[in-house]
């Protein structure tokens, strides 16, 4: 058995009453919360506790959840600036990623789940886009287990337009991936479906996929209306709308997350609502590539549940998830001109416990007894977060990824005091820019696009 006591913080549970304990105290036994509370700690828990974490200033929250990502883009970040969806995709994403090698997406993995640690993230959602060996795809699992962080990889799969694969090939993999990967780590990892976009999929396919995903129990995790030029893709295929085409496939559900939903219509969202199906908002990937706003105070009047989503590296550049919370925040108020719509408790909500009904765990985004040990440590005695009136607003607005202290995940430290402890970072990113370099020397060569080209040139010489 081990122990851990982090006393001294600003507790914030997440329960039902959102709880914050000023100062509080947390008591783990092995991977579990063992205890809870106000003040100062028992005694005898300080005395026993084989490590005890002081907290003072700093803010005690549940691991956060970045609901969506992309992690071989971290190789990509800077590359796409000023291009909208579809030809960033074809200019950037696909001549690099092409090229990539197995051992490229494990370092490009290790490094997105370092800078996700980092920035106080606990579980990953990976939406898997290379799938071109099925190397590439373990390569990032192994990565996971490696860093120790939760992860819900989310195999990618399209088999209608260019680089498509049969459905046949797609239940092999994905059948593979389950039986090999699904639960390892100590349940740590998982497997789920990751249909690419409507318009990138076949209705007979999709429902061949919802069906064995539902028969295993796994998520579908889909790309849906992130811009306007796809539902006009879809609507030329067969007359309909991104969320009105999965009604209709009965793909719709609690088992099912919906990434974007910018351009979503009334009809669209009350059957969203009706469906239970979770949304999770990429607000600063939809702002970097123009795609638009989604509509988040139609979800909420339906309460339709939101959690956060990064979005790969290369439509974002960083994973600061502290970065996305605040921009959400500040792009719901100045959208709606309503400075009521999400206050620091509520967005909170979307990426603790709303990103772990992403995973459909009861035992995750919460500090009460009997949930998982996964906890963030956030420093707030800082020049731009003092002074704390609030330790919630001060999170959603003042703080952001380098004031992450400590992260804990299974009971398990994995950043101490500012410090990775489970590789060498340092060599990592030697690694990792060596084998960018290299792989961009090689898109650049065969891409066929000026574009792409012209920006290897500038960035390897």
Not at 240 to 268: F, K, N, P, Y
Not at 329 to 358: E, N, Q
Request: proline share 4%; aromatic share 4%; glycine share 8%.
């Amino acid at each position: 058995m081990t122990t851990l006591l982090i006393k001294d913080g600003f507790v914030l549970t997440m329960d039902e009453k959102n709880t914050v304990h000023v100062p509080g105290w947390v008591w783990i036994k092995n991977d579990r919360i063992g205890a809870v509370g106000a003040g100062k700690p028992r005694a005898d828990l300080a005395d026993c506790a084989d490590r005890v974490i002081d907290a003072t200033n700093m803010a005690v929250l549940p691991g956060l959840v970045n609901g969506h990502t992309h992690l071989s883009q971290t190789f990509m970040r800077g590359l796409a600036d000023d291009k909208g969806l579809l030809d960033w995709l074809k200019r950037v994403v696909r001549p690099i990623q092409a090229k990539m090698t197995p051992d490229d997406m494990q370092l490009a993995s290790l490094l997105g789940l370092v800078e996700n640690l980092r920035c106080g993230v606990t579980t990953v959602i990976h939406h898997h886009k290379l799938t071109t060996l099925p190397e590439h795809v373990d390569a990032a699992a192994e990565a996971a287990h490696l860093v120790g962080l939760r992860m819900l990889l989310v195999r990618g799969w399209r088999d209608l337009g260019d680089f498509c694969e049969s459905p046949e090939t797609i239940i092999e993999e994905m059948t593979r991936l389950h039986e090999r990967w699904h639960l390892s780590a100590d349940g740590r990892i998982t497997i789920g479906f990751g249909p690419k976009a409507p318009w990138r999929c076949s209705d007979a396919t999709m429902r061949r996929t919802i069906a064995l995903a539902r028969d295993w129990g796994v998520p579908t995790h889909i790309h849906v209306a992130e811009t306007r030029d796809e539902i006009e893709m879809l609507q030329k295929r067969n007359g309909m709308r991104h969320i009105e085409w999965l009604s209709t496939l009965d793909a719709l559900g609690s088992d099912v997350q919906l990434v974007h939903c910018v351009w979503v219509d009334d009809a669209e969202l009350d059957l969203i609502a009706a469906s239970g199906s979770t949304v999770i908002h990429c607000p600063v990937s939809n702002m970097y590539l123009a795609s638009g706003i989604a509509p988040l105070h139609k979800m909420f009047d339906r309460c339709i549940l939101v959690a956060l989503g990064t979005d790969g590296p290369a439509s974002h550049n960083s994973q600061d998830f502290l970065e996305t919370l605040k921009t959400a925040v500040l792009l719901a108020k100045v959208s709606t001109g309503d400075a009521t719509i999400l206050p620091p408790a509520d967005a909170l909500h979307m990426v603790t416990t709303a990103g772990a009904r992403l995973l459909g765990r009861e035992d995750l985004g919460r500090i009460v007894v009997g949930c998982k040990a996964d906890i963030t440590i956030i420093n707030l005695n800082t020049a731009r977060s003092m002074p704390v009136h609030r330790p919630e607003s001060a999170l959603v607005y003042n703080a952001s990824g380098p004031d992450v202290h400590t992260v804990i995940v299974d009971g398990r430290i994995l950043l101490d005091a500012g410090r990775v402890t489970i590789l060498d970072e340092a060599s990592l990113l030697i690694e990792c820019r060596a084998a960018a370099s290299h792989l961009l020397n090689r898109a650049g060569a065969t891409s066929g696009e000026p574009d792409a080209l012209e920006t290897v040139r500038r960035v390897t010489h």
